[in-house]
């Protein structure tokens, strides 16, 4: 392999936050990246070299995306992916992770068939098509998820049903909070990041805190036992022999009581529980993607130190343009980052940014840290104000 700089221009599809901080990720290594979004001012426009604005099942906008670009890869699961395979071929170019895998992941359902299929450890779960259907689940499990199998963000389309009083309304409440982008829901689980392509590539395992089905915070190292570390690297490594293509893929965990662990969700692609790696490991999930895609040697995975990240979401109550204030506090934190998505309106719970903070440096191997690294992250993100 010969490596030059400047390099290829990538194609993204998808616009978003996750195409922002790819697009800042692969400007250093003099890669520069397209994007293609309905939304004219999405947060990657700043960032990426250019914008083609476009749905993400308009033909000809991926025909443009293709025709000026020397490789594709997504950042979001509502990309097209029999259009991905169809451009990829008609213009010559590689697209990973491989539209096979997006169609597998994009409806939770299959998703779940397939990693039961291939022996791959996931929570008990069965199809849903009707209230009695629910009512079937609430007799077999007790209290359930309902999820819608397609879209959802941010515990859009995720709700829970304790009772059979609860079902009806359930059903109106997850057919409604459909969104066009993927969920990840859990209270509290944890994720280990892969990247298909060498073995060096596994992430540490990271604990993810979520409220309302949304996540709030991530913390690495996991605070659980070597024992089920050793397990979740196991079993996103089983994750990947059912997945098809490179880059990063996000593998969402939960442990169980008794210490084994099982697959939630997978994102193939980089992931909201993975941004600690900007500052927190010496090769961030986005560089590492960016190099995946394009068949590049791969970075290394090491945590610099230990790391906690607190999602910045919408403190309001209706929307309005996005202005976010006591940001100096933030800033005065020498060991504190912060990182704005540049979007122009701020809705309840919607994720506006994130922080990090890092533990002292040497401190790779200090568990120590990560409980007051993340209550000084908590205590830095709830001081900032949409006021």
């Not at 000026?68 to 890869?73: E, P, V």
Request: hydrophobic share 40%; proline share 6%; charged share 30%.
């Amino acid at each position: 392999m010969t490596v030059t700089v400047p390099g290829p221009t990538l194609g993204v599809v998808g616009g978003g936050q996750l195409g922002r901080m790819l697009a800042e990720a692969a400007a250093p290594l003099g890669v520069e990246v397209v994007v293609l979004d309905p939304t004219p001012d999405c947060p990657a426009a700043p960032v990426a070299r250019d914008h083609v604005v476009g749905d993400f099942d308009d033909p000809e906008a991926f025909r443009e995306l293709a025709a000026r670009t020397d490789a594709l890869t997504f950042e979001i699961e509502l990309a097209d992916s029999d259009l991905l395979d169809e451009v990829a071929d008609e213009y010559g170019l590689t697209v990973n992770p491989a539209p096979e895998t997006l169609s597998l992941i994009e409806d939770k359902l299959v998703q779940k068939e397939a990693l039961a299929d291939a022996g791959v450890p996931v929570p008990p779960f069965r199809r849903v098509d009707d209230a009695d259907d629910l009512r079937d689940a609430l007799d077999e499990f007790g209290a359930v998820m309902l999820k819608a199998r397609t879209g959802g963000y941010d515990g859009r389309g995720n709700v829970p049903v304790r009772d059979e009083s609860e079902v009806e309304e359930a059903l109106d409440a997850s057919a409604a909070r459909r969104w066009p982008r993927r969920s990840s829901t859990s209270r509290a689980n944890c994720r280990s990041s892969r990247c298909r392509a060498t073995a060096k590539c596994g992430r540490p395992v990271g604990e993810n805190v979520h409220e309302a089905e949304i996540l709030r915070e991530t913390v690495v190292p996991a605070r659980t036992t070597d024992a089920v570390r050793a397990r979740a690297d196991e079993v996103a490594r089983d994750v990947l022999s059912v997945l098809d293509g490179r880059g990063v893929f996000g593998v969402e965990l939960f442990e169980t009581p008794d210490g084994d662990v099982s697959v939630n969700e997978i994102a193939p692609r980089p992931h909201n529980s993975g941004h600690w790696t900007i500052e927190g490991a010496r090769t961030s999930q986005f560089e590492q993607h960016v190099r995946a895609v394009l068949g590049w040697p791969l970075g290394s995975t090491a945590r610099r130190a230990p790391t906690a990240m607190a999602n910045v979401l919408g403190t309001v109550e209706e929307t309005r343009p996005a202005t976010l204030g006591n940001v100096e506090s933030v800033l005065a934190a020498e060991e504190a980052s912060l990182h704005w998505y540049g979007k122009d309106d701020v809705r309840p719970l919607r994720k506006m940014g994130h922080l990090t903070l890092t533990g002292a440096d040497g401190a790779a191997d200090d568990e120590a840290d990560v409980d007051g690294l993340l209550a000084r992250a908590r205590d830095l993100r709830d001081g900032l104000t949409f006021d």
